[in-house]
């Protein structure tokens, strides 16, 4: 395929975020995609040659006018036409707003079209009026015709969804990388002599990065500097494109102790990064600023502005303060900067610049793929139907005027991992998490739609027949007792004064249970070769590549799923040993313990709930193992919590594991209600079989408005359920 990106000054060792975005992202596609062409148009101020070669990438420079109003979409017209007339490209990368106001014209001329949204560039201060009224328009054509819409952070992708729900679908965050940052320290002498230029002392200066212009906040960081009593100086690496009075006041600030760099190569920045003792970073606009990974791939102290692309980053409260507080700034910057250190490991395996030309990769490849069905990432046939049934919905508006019959007394929604995203090559089980930015979406929605959201003790009353219909109700549950639940969802539960239930295996708890859906994905992410011996039957199943991890995972899932629990669990077992995966420190880290739980139950807004001994399918289970499973987990979770416990979540939940024996047990052991996972809204029939009650999943696969509203108005399941609503006889 050829490729041909647009929107960038030019590579290599050009000083600027998209800058160094593409200079680090398409070598390593061209590595996963050899095959394929790229071309970088660049602009011709900024690149000494006309067309060169980097890393297996042909560089391109192209005419512009001058100017910051006209240089770079001057320099997009250009590039759109010589990639179609000249290249004969047949997808176009467009990065930014101000370029996807071409986006309409590559389409025209037959190109596929990505377009990856760095930040809303209608809000940097340098613009005037019209100019924000033009890029905002830009910001309309990328989510229209851009087939694919890359944002690198989640609050950008999470706000494009909410102000594009049409386009939702579309739109993907894949952050920027942070491992270009080489961790070894440059030699000595060379550091001696990059520090001695400037007149600098190892860590004995705060270094800022970025470009002179109003949104990046030096100013503040100036003025927080001067009125500072510190024994140190202020170095500001970076300078403007066009000249201005902005830049041309700050850099009258200079002095001995202030000093401004203007652009400097990357392997200098990193010495200067590397020495630095603080990196603070004052801006009031950013995407994901990669100048902070920098700064934390380098190994330095960070403070950053508490705007909410900054905050994405996950710091703790400490690496922020009020933007635009110079006074905030001032006491920040004086105290120890020991204190502004950062989990580097951590952010790394986060931020990994593979990582993300994978998932780039990826978006590409969803513009050429022609039935899918198999590889990694696709959809079962229930949630395809599901997929292609909300967009039909919405569509037509069914879910608006359809909703009163299939809405019935309210819904109980399902839960499982709740924390920020993290970008991964393999991961199977993607769909079972969600971020803490999309669970706020779910509970914004619920309240527009007019939604109660209330505790599950209540979900009987509000159903029962000849109760007062009024509003529909939603009962919150998390399933399994994950430690994300209290660490990233109830904050965003909290803010919003949402009652919710945790169903706890008690195994977990223990720090002993099997979590062995994710040993299964992480033996075969490390697994060359998965060969599973029993029952007279060998299977032997390549795991190299990722479409070979994906088929590996689906056809052992679906395996082990169909035979006995004894089989799964010992062939899970012997799969994580041999990729050498800690199976009791995977439950250990990803699950509450008992501590956690006590302090958890005295909360007046959570209930803890039953999800069996160790999360078994039930239906597989002889008579008595099952019912000890539901009947000594209540037990249990009583005799450790102090509290009463009412309510049961059947693990898996579908047809294939709960039935009638299932419902039969859970109203012996005393439960008031037991949940599946069939999916449906509560209607008042509903009432009469409280121990089959239905449960609708809000979950990875689709994270966006569009299906959140089909889920809320029930016509999904209505349709699935074959317009009957789903009584089951106990």
């Given at each position: 395929m050829k490729i041909c990106v647009l929107g960038l000054r030019g590579l290599p060792h050009v000083m600027g975020g998209v800058e160094t975005h593409c200079e680090q992202l398409f070598p390593l596609m061209k590595g996963l995609h050899p095959d394929d062409s790229f071309t970088i148009i660049g602009r011709k101020g900024y690149l000494p040659e006309e067309v060169s070669e980097y890393h297996g990438l042909r560089i391109v420079s192209l005419p512009h006018a001058r100017g910051k109003h006209l240089e770079t979409i001057t320099n997009t017209i250009f590039g759109v036409l010589y990639a179609r007339f000249v290249l004969h490209a047949e997808l176009i990368h467009l990065h930014g707003i101000g370029p996807a106001l071409m986006a309409p014209v590559a389409r025209a001329l037959g190109m596929r079209l990505v377009v990856t949204y760095h930040s809303k560039n209608y809000e940097h201060h340098k613009w005037n009026r019209v100019a924000r009224f033009i890029l905002r328009i830009g910001e309309l054509c990328a989510v229209t015709f851009g087939e694919r819409v890359i944002a690198v952070s989640q609050c950008l992708a999470t706000d494009l969804k909410q102000r594009f729900p049409k386009a939702a679908a579309k739109i993907y965050f894949i952050p920027n990388g942070a491992t270009h940052i080489n961790t070894a320290k440059s030699a000595a002498f060379r550091s001696n002599d990059v520090l001695a230029r400037y007149g600098l002392e190892e860590n004995k200066y705060i270094i800022s990065i970025g470009r002179l212009v109003p949104e990046k906040g030096f100013h503040d960081l100036c003025r927080a500097f001067r009125t500072a009593d510190l024994d140190c100086k202020l170095l500001i690496v970076g300078d403007a494109d066009h000249r201005d009075e902005y830049s041309k006041r700050l850099l009258q600030q200079a002095s001995d102790r202030i000093v401004f760099t203007g652009f400097i190569s990357h392997d200098r920045l990193q010495i200067l990064l590397q020495r630095a003792s603080l990196f603070v970073l004052p801006s009031y606009n950013e995407g994901l600023s990669i100048a902070a990974l920098e700064a934390v791939g380098a190994g330095t102290p960070i403070l950053l502005s508490d705007i909410e692309p900054n905050r994405d980053l996950g710091f703790r409260m400490e690496n922020y303060?009020?933007?635009?507080?110079?006074?905030?700034?001032?006491?920040?910057?004086?105290?120890?900067?020991?204190?502004?250190?950062?989990?580097?490991?951590?952010?790394?395996q986060q931020y990994n610049w593979d990582v993300v030309a994978a998932e780039t990769a990826r978006v590409y490849s969803t513009l050429q793929a022609h039935g899918r069905e198999g590889k990694p990432g696709s959809l079962s046939l229930k949630h395809r139907a599901f997929n292609s049934g909300f967009g039909t919905l919405a569509a037509i508006g069914a879910d608006r005027w359809l909703r009163?019959?299939?809405?019935?007394?309210?819904?109980?929604?399902?839960?499982?991992?709740?924390?920020?995203?993290?970008p991964r090559e393999f991961a199977p089980n993607r769909g079972l998490e969600i971020t803490p930015e999309f669970l706020d979406v779910v509970l914004t929605e619920l309240r527009q739609e007019g939604f109660d959201i209330i505790p599950l003790d209540a979900v009987l009353d509000r159903a029962r027949p000849g109760a007062a219909a009024g509003r529909p109700f939603a009962a919150l549950t998390f399933d399994d007792g994950y430690r994300d639940n209290v660490e990233h969802a109830w904050p965003v539960l909290r803010r919003h004064n949402a009652p919710?239930?945790?169903?706890?295996?008690?195994?977990?708890?223990?720090?002993?249970?099997?979590?062995?859906?994710?040993?299964?994905?992480?033996?075969?992410?490390?697994?060359?070769?998965?060969?599973?011996?029993?029952?007279?039957?060998?299977?032997?199943?390549?795991?190299?590549?990722?479409?070979?991890?994906?088929?590996?995972?689906?056809?052992?899932?679906?395996?082990?799923?169909?035979?006995?629990?004894?089989?799964?669990?010992?062939?899970?077992?012997?799969?994580a040993a041999q990729a050498g995966v800690d199976t009791r420190r995977l439950t250990a880290n990803l699950c509450l313990g008992w501590d956690e739980l006590q302090t958890l139950v005295r909360e007046p807004d959570v209930l803890i709930g039953a999800h069996t001994l160790s999360h078994p399918i039930l239906a597989k289970c002889d008579g008595t193992t099952a019912m000890r499973e539901i009947a000594e987990s209540k037990e249990l979770l009583e005799r450790r919590l102090g509290r009463p416990v009412r309510h049961l979540a059947y693990p898996f939940g579908d047809a294939s594991a709960v039935g009638p024996r299932e419902f039969r047990l859970a109203r012996q052991a005393g439960y008031v209600t037991a949940i599946t996972s069939r999916p449906a809204h509560v209607f008042p029939d509903h009432a009469a079989h409280p121990h089959a009650l239905p449960r609708t999943s809000v979950n990875g696969l689709f994270q966006n408005t569009r299906a959140l509203r089909a889920q809320f108005s029930g016509v999904p399941f209505l349709i699935w359920n074959r317009r009957r609503i789903l009584k089951i006889e106990c």
């Open positions: 303060f009020r933007v635009g507080d110079a006074d905030d700034l001032r006491r920040k910057i004086s105290q120890d900067h020991e204190l502004y250190g950062v989990d580097r490991d951590k952010a790394l009163f019959l299939a809405r019935g007394r309210g819904v109980i929604l399902m839960f499982h991992h709740v924390r920020p995203w993290r919710w239930t945790l169903f706890v295996t008690t195994d977990f708890a223990d720090g002993r249970g099997r979590l062995w859906w994710l040993e299964l994905e992480q033996a075969i992410a490390r697994l060359d070769r998965v060969v599973l011996r029993g029952n007279g039957e060998l299977r032997d199943l390549p795991s190299r590549t990722m479409v070979e991890k994906g088929a590996a995972f689906e056809a052992i899932y679906r395996h082990l799923r169909a035979g006995p629990e004894e089989r799964l669990r010992a062939i899970t077992a012997d799969l």
